[in-house]
């Protein structure tokens, strides 16, 4: 295929990934990324000193021999990296009680039979569940893209789902909330909804994440989200492909229902034999392709009726040394603050101390992030309240802090505040979204029927990333890079090939 060229829109994890996999197979590829920086969401920003992640809570692919973790060998994304594994995910306390939501099953279910002996029949059905998951192979569900996969592809991906069937039928559409409702003790009721971040997140999703957590599947990557974005470039360069930043696409040429290229928007016009676009999915199918190649299904996706994330992050930079504090911990409060114009009835509070690279010896990260309405922000943009607000924010979260945990008000050395609007900006997500579609009880049978890579009446055009695995995270995105790549070889009628870094 050495003839064929490829441009990718976008350059985070999905459009490097998809680039890197097109290299190993041949393709002259230019990746255009409206940015100075490569990796999208999967960023962290470096201020006085201190680095703010701002992506990377835990990596699914980090344990060496595990799902999803030799793609990530194949984009050199993960040797000489240590993987920070953490027993327990999170603490959450009111006050009174406080919930350690260990990795380990056996560990979590003594735990909560503790808090709540009533409360044992539920509390083994939801330990047993994640000591299922221990065994379930995510990455089967993307080793080939479904529209090639051969009866052969089938049989080997039935085998592996087959013993996983009926604890998705269980658990796959029972959001948190609805789960915790049938607690009786009343802390548990309150806390088991908020173990997985949001209310909404099916519990398939939180038992697959606590069993990678405790097959140390699911590690923070030292040094964050940047320098392993940065290890996606490094290997993309190596395998020689092109970068160009500060390259903003502005539309995709098409002639005779193919994609034939993109025009920058200084007018610059690139051509090439396939255009993937590894960027927001709305600005790709309706503005950069002016909405000419969809049908109903797609328009009634992005009708703004299925749920996304949006939230505001904010960090500071502290001269004391937290390390011995709990790395992440979630208060629920008795009264709820007022906050971004919403009430705020849990405040997740996380620490970077695990990682000595993000900050000055003796010094710590903290980080705030709250769940934020889009159009809140988008209200105020442009009008001095916006920044005002952005203040008013870290001010209260200072406040919140201060009784917490004493002295810190006079140690804060930094803060920093990122709004949806912010992310909007710097990765060009339509409402800010973190992760495109937020898995729910609504977008899980989208996840698992999985969405369409291509667009109506349009041929040699692929869409990869977050918008077209709902749910989104890290492996999935730079999945879709890779199954993106696997389509275009089998139209090339070309066996797929991947390698390692030599
Ligand atoms: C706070 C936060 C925490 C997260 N935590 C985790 C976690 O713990 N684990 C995990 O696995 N995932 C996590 N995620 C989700 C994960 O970061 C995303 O799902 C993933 O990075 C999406 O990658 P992507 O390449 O699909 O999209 P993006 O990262 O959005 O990349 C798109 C790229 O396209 C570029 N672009 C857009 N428009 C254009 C254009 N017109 N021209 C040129 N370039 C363009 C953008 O600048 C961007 O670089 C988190 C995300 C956030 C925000």
């Known amino acids: 295929m050495a003839e064929k060229s490829l441009i990718i829109i976008g350059g985070g994890i999905a459009g490097l990934a998809a680039g890197c996999y097109a290299r190993m197979n041949d393709l002259r590829t230019t990746i255009f990324e409206m940015h100075a920086l490569p990796g999208g969401l999967c960023t962290a920003w470096e201020r006085k000193g ?9 990596l699914f692919g980090s344990g060496e021999g595990q799902p999803f973790h030799q793609m990530w060998r194949e984009l050199g994304a993960v ?43 539920l509390i083994r059905a939801f330990c047993n569940g994640v000591r299922q998951f221990t065994r379930f192979d995510m990455s089967a569900m993307y080793c080939v893209p479904r ?27 029972v959001p948190a909330k609805t789960f915790a409702a049938r607690f009786k003790h009343p802390f548990l009721r309150r806390a088991v909804a908020q173990m997985f971040s949001w209310e909404e997140a099916p519990l398939m999703m939180g038992m697959s994440l606590l069993a990678y957590l ?71 199918i309706f503005d950069m392709l002016g909405g000419q190649f969809v049908n109903r299904k797609l328009k009634r996706m992005y009708s703004g009726h299925l749920p996304t994330h949006s939230q505001v992050q904010v960090s500071l930079g502290v001269a004391c040394d937290l390390s011995a504090e709990p790395h992440w911990i979630t208060h629920l409060l008795t009264e709820p603050l007022l906050i971004i114009g919403e009430d705020h ?25 709250l769940r934020s309405s889009y159009s809140y922000w988008q209200r105020l943009f442009g009008r001095r309240s916006y920044d005002s607000e ?73 869409m990869a990333g977050h918008w077209v695995e709902p749910g989104g995270s890290l492996p999935l995105a730079a999945a879709s890079g890779k199954n993106v790549v696997q389509l275009i070889c089998h139209a090339e009628g070309k066996p797929f090939q991947a390698c390692e870094p030599t």
């Not at 999170?90 to 409360?119: F, K, N, W």
Request: charged letters at 20%.
């Open 50 to 58: 201190y680095t703010f992640d701002g992506c990377i809570h835990y």
């Open 79 to 121: 040797q000489n990296r240590p993987m920070i594994n953490h027993s327990e995910y999170q603490r959450i306390t009111d006050g009174e009680h406080t919930l350690i939501v260990y990795a380990d099953p056996d560990q979590l279910e003594v735990h909560m039979c503790a808090l709540s002996p009533a409360d044992a029949p």
């Open 147 to 173: 529209p090639i996969m051969t009866t052969l592809d089938w049989r080997d991906f039935g085998m592996k789902m087959l013993p996983f069937v009926l604890p998705m039928l269980r658990w796959a559409l």
């Open 214 to 284: 405790h097959t140390q599947n699911a590690g923070f990557p030292q040094g964050g989200s940047l320098a392993f974005a940065r290890a996606l470039e490094q290997r993309y360069r190596d395998l020689g492909g092109e970068l160009c930043y500060n390259a903003h696409v502005e539309k995709i040429l098409t002639e005779d229902g193919r994609a034939v290229g993109v025009r920058l928007y200084d007018d610059a016009i690139y051509r090439a034999d396939y255009v993937v676009s590894a960027a927001d999915g709305r600005t790709t």
């Open 345 to 369: 009835r849990e405040i997740g509070v996380k620490h970077y101390c695990f990682d000595p690279s993000l900050a000055p010896e003796g010094k710590s990260v903290v980080e705030v992030m």
């Open 390 to 462: 952005q203040r008013q924010v870290s001010s209260i979260v200072i406040d919140f802090l201060a009784q917490r945990y004493p002295n810190i008000r006079q140690h804060i050395e930094f803060t920093d505040e990122a709004t949806p609007l912010s992310y909007e900006r710097f990765t060009g997500n339509w409402l800010g979204a973190t992760s495109g579609w937020l898995l729910t009880k609504e977008t899980m049978p989208l996840l698992i029927r999985g969405v369409p890579k291509t667009l109506p009446n349009l041929k040699r055009f692929y």
